[in-house]
């Protein structure tokens, strides 16, 4: 792989970083990647006037390394800590299986590298409505004071992930629902919410390889790409330590994405599903604005029939959460789950461990017995040899 002909491009409140990847050991065409970070209240100059090296090497070399490049030849001098991260970053992948061997080498091309971030540290994160995300922002309310460099002061909404996936489909209608949804929740918690955009996801990839291994290092390379200056970026995780989970986003491996300018901290591993949306009752604006369901429904947040918005729903149940503004009820009948969910979902299914006691507790045992069914059937194939790349 080659990433080259790096620009950057400065237009009213956008600032886009664009380069060219092209593909040596394999027939993919070249494409344009670009990441588009808009911030209309910027109250620092950028420190250096250059297209962001990090967020493409970043954002690339996942896919290079899931196709077998021999190597990333970028055309700028990215931060040796990022380098070396990503080297760990593929060795915790090749343990976990379904990568080729060995890792792309990384060549650096000539000149200065750019210089180390000075300045005051500042605290961004990504942000869709998500459970873990909201639940991310509350906990660092509750644990730092405003004034200090760990206290979000930015959430990055990204339009080209869950939201624009696919290039045929920009979905703009509904990145301005989302954007939409999350403005009052934001002034609550004073925040300031940044669109970016990115084409990142259009690159050629492999079945599932954005939920199994590339997401968080796309979530870092939009956070390179909108740093200002030094800066902590949090990501929520997904899954408990108690389940570690060979997933995209994993304690072990999250921060390996950071560089001497970007901290990228994996947040919320110590508390389940449950725990968080428990903690997330006591915030009525953050239970109005939950968005979890990739379904694109016009100005409908949520299809609340999918296994995500099932799940939710039960988890908001477990809490002492009847009803919410983004669901609706939060029992769920049995018969959405046996045709939501015929086969479970990968490793979704050790969430449903967690609201048995729950369930059992308000005597929903036709309920429960499905779920643990889910449960039974992810546990044999996690037996049978169930790995990434076929989940």
């Given at each position: 792989?080659?990433?080259?002909?790096?620009?950057?491009?400065?237009?009213?409140?956008?600032?886009?970083?664009?380069?060219?990847?092209?593909?040596?050991?394999?027939?993919?065409?070249?494409?344009?990647?670009?990441?588009?970070?808009?911030?209309?209240?910027?109250?620092?100059?950028?420190?250096?006037?250059?297209?962001?090296?990090?967020?493409?090497?970043?954002?690339?070399?996942?896919?290079?390394?899931?196709?077998?490049?021999?190597?990333?030849?970028?055309?700028?001098?990215?931060?040796?800590?990022?380098?070396?991260?990503?080297?760990?970053?593929?060795?915790?992948?090749?343990?976990?299986?379904?990568?080729?061997?060995?890792?792309?080498?990384?060549?650096?091309?000539?000149?200065?590298?750019?210089?180390?971030?000075?300045?005051?540290?500042?605290?961004?994160?990504?942000?869709?409505?998500?459970?873990?995300?909201?639940?991310?922002?509350?906990?660092?309310?509750?644990?730092?004071?405003?004034?200090?460099?760990?206290?979000?002061?930015?959430?990055?909404?990204?339009?080209?992930?869950?939201?624009?996936?696919?290039?045929?489909?920009?979905?703009?209608?509904?990145?301005?629902?989302?954007?939409?949804?999350?403005?009052p929740l934001a002034a609550e918690a004073g925040v300031r919410i940044i669109?970016?955009?990115?084409?990142?996801?259009?690159?050629?990839?492999?079945?599932?390889?954005?939920?199994?291994?590339?997401?968080?290092?796309?979530?870092?390379?939009?956070?390179?790409?909108?740093?200002?200056?030094?800066?902590?970026?949090?990501?929520?995780?997904?899954?408990?330590?108690?389940?570690?989970?060979?997933?995209?986003?994993?304690?072990?491996?999250?921060?390996?994405?950071?560089?001497?300018?970007?901290?990228?901290?994996?947040e919320g591993a110590r508390f389940s599903r449950v725990d968080k949306v428990?903690?997330?009752?006591?915030?009525?604006?953050?239970?109005?604005?939950?968005?979890?369901?990739?379904?694109?429904?016009?100005?409908?947040?949520?299809?609340?029939?999918?296994?995500?918005?099932?799940?939710?729903?039960?988890?908001?149940?477990?809490?002492?959460?009847?009803?919410?503004?983004?669901?609706?009820?939060?029992?769920?009948?049995?018969?959405?789950?046996?045709?939501?969910?015929?086969?479970?979902?990968?490793?979704?299914?050790?969430?449903?461990?967690?609201?048995?006691?729950?369930?059992?507790?308000?005597?929903?045992?036709?309920?429960?017995?499905?779920?643990?069914?889910?449960?039974?059937?992810?546990?044999?194939?996690?037996?049978?040899?169930?790995?990434?790349?076929?989940?």
């Amino acid at each position: 792989m080659n990433i080259r002909d790096f620009a950057l491009k400065v237009t009213g409140d956008a600032r886009i970083t664009t380069a060219t990847v092209t593909w040596e050991d394999h027939d993919f065409p070249e494409q344009n990647l670009f990441f588009e970070i808009v911030d209309s209240e910027r109250d620092t100059p950028h420190e250096q006037d250059e297209p962001c090296a990090d967020a493409c090497l970043a954002g690339c070399f996942p896919l290079a390394a899931v196709h077998g490049e021999t190597r990333i030849r970028i055309e700028s001098r990215p931060c040796p800590m990022l380098v070396d991260g990503l080297r760990t970053v593929y060795a915790w992948w090749e343990s976990w299986g379904g990568m080729p061997s060995p890792a792309p080498v990384i060549e650096s091309g000539a000149g200065t590298r750019p210089t180390s971030a000075v300045g005051p540290r500042r605290a961004m994160c990504c942000l869709s409505g998500g459970v873990d995300g909201l639940h991310m922002l509350l906990r660092n309310r509750q644990v730092y004071r405003k004034g200090e460099p760990a206290y979000i002061r930015e959430a990055l909404l990204i339009h080209g992930f869950d939201i624009g996936k696919r290039a045929r489909d920009p979905e703009n209608e509904r990145v301005q629902m989302a954007l939409q949804r999350l403005q009052p929740l934001a002034a609550e918690a004073g925040v300031r919410i940044i669109p970016c955009r990115t084409n990142l996801r259009h690159l050629p990839t492999k079945p599932d390889f954005w939920t199994h291994r590339h997401n968080v290092a796309a979530l870092a390379a939009v956070g390179h790409a909108a740093a200002s200056g030094p800066s902590f970026l949090f990501i929520a995780g997904a899954y408990h330590l108690a389940n570690p989970v060979p997933m995209g986003s994993h304690p072990a491996v999250d921060g390996l994405f950071s560089s001497q300018r970007v901290t990228v901290i994996h947040e919320g591993a110590r508390f389940s599903r449950v725990d968080k949306v428990r903690d997330l009752a006591s915030w009525p604006t953050a239970l109005a604005t939950l968005r979890v369901c990739a379904a694109n429904l016009g100005d409908k947040a949520n299809c609340g029939v999918c296994e995500k918005c099932l799940g939710t729903r039960l988890e908001l149940l477990a809490a002492g959460v009847e009803e919410t503004e983004a669901f609706g009820p939060s029992l769920t009948p049995v018969e959405l789950w046996q045709a939501a969910v015929p086969v479970p979902s990968g490793h979704r299914a050790l969430r449903y461990a967690d609201l048995l006691p729950f369930l059992r507790a308000r005597g929903l045992f036709d309920l429960c017995k499905v779920l643990e069914e889910k449960i039974a059937l992810y546990r044999q194939r996690i037996r049978e040899g169930m790995r990434w790349p076929g989940l």
